[in-house]
């Protein structure tokens, strides 16, 4: 049983490797609060038409996904050899009741995803979180190994997500936010209106206290 993992690739990886497979697939259930871990913030700033919406903060599982972390972090904060970074990117899909869509640092429309460093794609690093609850953030790929730029956030738990899309965080500030995204009037999944990533940034935890 492939446990929702669809994809180019995942049949492949799965005759490969089936325990492998399997291990990655069957995530447990993630304690966010489980030893005190201090982990770093981002934030994205959201404004459309001009009007400030508000501030989305996620934090970062960097002890769980320690390079997924990071290439968030350098496309947050644009500190990348090809100067990358999701401000000034858009939401450009928008699944009611399922995830909201975005990164693309190139085209900004979703047709394209390259990660912070030289090769477009990183690979998978683990799935151990399971896409269980509305506000979690996610690498979007196309299939194994296809981490670039683009994200979702979800808007509910999004089961067929686990072992195809790696979790890297969750919301933990600006649902009022998120809540007025789900509730754009979109046409074929697009957001009528542009709706931006006016500005962004990391907080580490030295700088939380």
């Known amino acids: 049983m492939l446990r929702g993992a669809k994809g180019f690739g995942w049949l492949d990886t799965y005759r490969k490797s089936p325990e492998e497979f399997q291990r990655f697939t069957i995530p447990t259930p993630f304690d966010w609060s489980k030893d005190n871990v201090q982990r770093p913030k981002a934030f994205f700033e959201v404004s459309s038409g001009g009007e400030n919406w508000g501030r989305l903060v996620f934090e970062l599982a960097h002890d769980v996904v320690p390079k997924t972390v990071e290439n968030f972090k350098r496309l947050t904060t644009g500190d990348n050899a090809n100067k990358l970074t999701y401000r000034n990117t858009k ?47 996610s690498m979007a790929s196309v299939g194994v190994n296809t981490n670039g730029s683009q994200f979702y956030i979800s808007l509910s738990p999004t089961y067929y997500m686990n072992g195809r899309c790696t979790v890297f965080g969750r919301l933990v500030e600006g649902e009022d936010v998120l ?31």
Not at 98 to 124: C, P, W
Not at 181 to 196: C, F, G
């Open 91 to 137: 939401f450009h899909k928008i699944r009611k009741g399922e995830a909201v869509m975005g990164g693309d640092v190139e085209h900004k429309n979703g047709d394209l995803s390259h990660s912070s460093y030289e090769t477009r794609f990183i690979q998978d690093e683990n799935f151990i979180i399971p896409h269980s609850s509305r506000g979690l953030i």
């Open 179 to 209: 809540s007025r995204l789900e509730k754009v009037y979109t046409y074929r999944l697009v957001p009528s209106n542009d709706i931006v990533i006016s500005d962004c940034g990391v907080i580490e935890p030295a700088a939380q206290k």
